[in-house]
Antibody
Framework: QVQLVQSGAEVRKPGASVKVSCKAS????????LHWVRQAPGQGLEWMGI????????YYAQKFQGRVTMTSDTSTATIYMELSSLRSEDTAVYYC???????????????WGQGTLVTVSS | DIVMTQSPDSLIVSLGERATINCKSS????????????LAWYQQKPGQPPKLLIY???TRESGVPDRFSGSGSGTDFTLTINSLLAEDVAVYYC??????????FGQGTKLEIK
């Protein structure tokens, strides 16, 4: 079955960077785009961006442009999301999610990874 | 960005009854080129990632019980859950994918059992 398995929880100080991974299995990795979505504690969902399976194409939400980098490693079917200049407001669970469309993004999300808690605290 | 507004923020419904959640977009998410509404619904149970329920406003994802249905068009949408079960306790989110790549969610509706 399709699975997205994310890396473990991270704690960072303000101003630092964090890199979260998401390993895909159970499907042909090259056929689907992947997204990153975050959720602050007790809050709603916020879309961060999308990466093509090759990593050649990325689109970031305007809010995160300049601070986020999304990459892909096809050899391991793993994508990465790096967020820099962290501040306390970046404390959240970060999810990867596969796009609902094969070959071309449809821009809904199914399935989702289990989530990675990133805590930013001095 | 398209703003998605859900109502109510929380909902308490008895077992076996019907729950209705509304979602309104700040602009139409209906495409004139294919006559499809670019609207999805998700269910998030406590401590779990969200799960896709419905896309294209009314197409149920494979494996989702037919107690869940989506309706609406343009700017106004509804998620209906019939014959409510205890397992349906969750937060429900709508999401528009009309305005790409600026994808946006509603604030969520918390469903509880009476």
């Amino acid at each position: 079955q399709v699975q997205l398995v994310q890396s473990g929880a991270e704690v960072r100080k303000p101003g630092a960077s964090v890199k979260v991974s998401c390993k895909a299995s159970g499907y042909t990795f090259s056929n689907y785009y992947l997204h990153w979505v975050r959720q602050a504690p007790g809050q709603g969902l916020e879309w961060m961006g999308i990466v093509s399976p090759s990593g050649a194409n990325t689109y970031y939400a305007q809010k995160f442009q300049g601070r986020v980098t999304m990459t892909s490693d096809t050899s391991t079917a793993t994508i990465y999301m790096e967020l820099s200049s962290l501040r306390s407001e970046d404390t959240a669970v970060y999810y990867c999610a596969r796009d609902g469309g094969r070959y071309q993004p449809h821009n809904w999300f199914d399935p989702w990874g289990q989530g990675t808690l990133v805590t930013v605290s001095s | 960005d398209i703003v998605m507004t859900q109502s109510p923020d929380s909902l308490i419904v008895s077992l076996g009854e019907r729950a209705t959640i509304n979602c309104k977009s700040s602009q139409s998410v209906l495409s004139s080129s294919n006559n499809k509404n670019y609207l999805a619904w998700y269910q998030q149970k406590p401590g779990q990632p969200p799960k896709l329920l419905i896309y294209w406003a009314s197409t149920r994802e494979s494996g989702v019980p037919d107690r869940f249905s989506g309706s609406g068009s343009g700017t106004d949408f509804t998620l209906t859950i019939n014959s409510l079960l205890a397992e349906d306790v969750a937060v429900y989110y709508c999401q528009q994918y009309y305005s790409t790549p600026s994808l946006t969610f509603g604030q969520g509706t918390k469903l509880e059992i009476k």
